[in-house]
């Protein structure tokens, strides 16, 4: 599916600091997130009315990725800060997938999914990305689906926390860590150089926040049933 998105050589949000940032249309978001329009962070602030304007003045993604190709050798990027990979009917577009992963090839380019990994197909494209230098974080809403995730073993892990967390590791065992951005100890994720962009065996936690934070909180206390590995 041809999505449309929107790109910024040079951020203005706080949180990711002056990078290259992304943003794909709505429609983008697959169903199996419970974050749907439902506590997601893009939903509040400016962000939402930038989010809102990618489907009618966005670009193809043929022009993104020769966005990201011009991208200086080593840079590190922001692909959807609101948004997912693009799909058709909760498939992921691993055609497109491919095209965006080649223009990336020397750049440092991170992003996150909800789309459902019960799905092999879905694997498939997200391993493709983790294998070839681009890094497709998987969305976990809590901590068990975080442990179920990090199983699977093609991509790192981010997992969704209550706004007054202090877990430190699963029920698995496996440590998070908390991101320096959130806690304060970096102001963006460009001082923090990328944790988000690394290989790594850590799950990185993001703490409920933003306008929809309590919302979000009852996600993460499975309050409100996810269906991504259910």
């Given amino acids: 599916m041809n999505m449309k998105t929107r790109f910024v050589l040079k951020s203005r949000n706080k949180k990711t600091g ?50 990201i190709s011009g991208l200086n050798p080593g ?23 491919k095209s965006l992963v080649k223009a990336n090839k020397g750049r440092r380019g991170f992003t996150y999914t909800h789309h459902d990994m019960r799905i092999a197909a879905n694997r498939k494209a997200v391993k ?4 070839n230098g681009f890094t497709v974080n998987l969305s976990a ?47 963006s994720c460009e001082s923090c150089r990328g944790l988000c962009a690394r290989k790594r065996k850590t799950i ?5 926040h933003g306008n929809t934070k309590k919302k979000a909180t009852f996600i993460a206390k499975g309050v409100l049933r996810n269906a991504n590995m259910d």
């Avoid at 609101?82 to 992921?92: E, S, V």
């Avoid at 698995?172 to 951005?181: M, S």
């Fill in 18 to 67: 002056p990078i290259p940032v992304t943003t794909t249309e709505r429609k983008s978001c697959p169903d199996s997130c419970p974050l749907k329009r439902n506590g997601c962070y893009g939903d509040g602030g400016p962000l939402a009315f930038r989010w809102n304007e990618v489907s009618t003045m966005g670009k193809p993604w043929k022009e993104l990725c020769g966005d």
């Fill in 75 to 97: 840079q590190l990027w922001r692909h959807n800060q609101a948004g997912d990979l693009p799909h058709k009917n909760g498939i992921i577009d691993f055609k497109a997938v």
């Fill in 128 to 131: 493709h990305c983790n294998e």
């Fill in 141 to 187: 809403n809590n901590l068990s689906e975080a442990d179920a995730l990090a199983k699977l073993g093609i991509a790192p892990v981010a997992v969704l926390l209550p706004e007054d967390s202090t877990d430190s590791v699963t029920p698995g065992g496996v440590p998070i860590v908390l991101c320096p951005v959130t806690t304060g100890r970096t102001e």
């Fill in 204 to 208: 990185v936690g993001f703490r409920a």
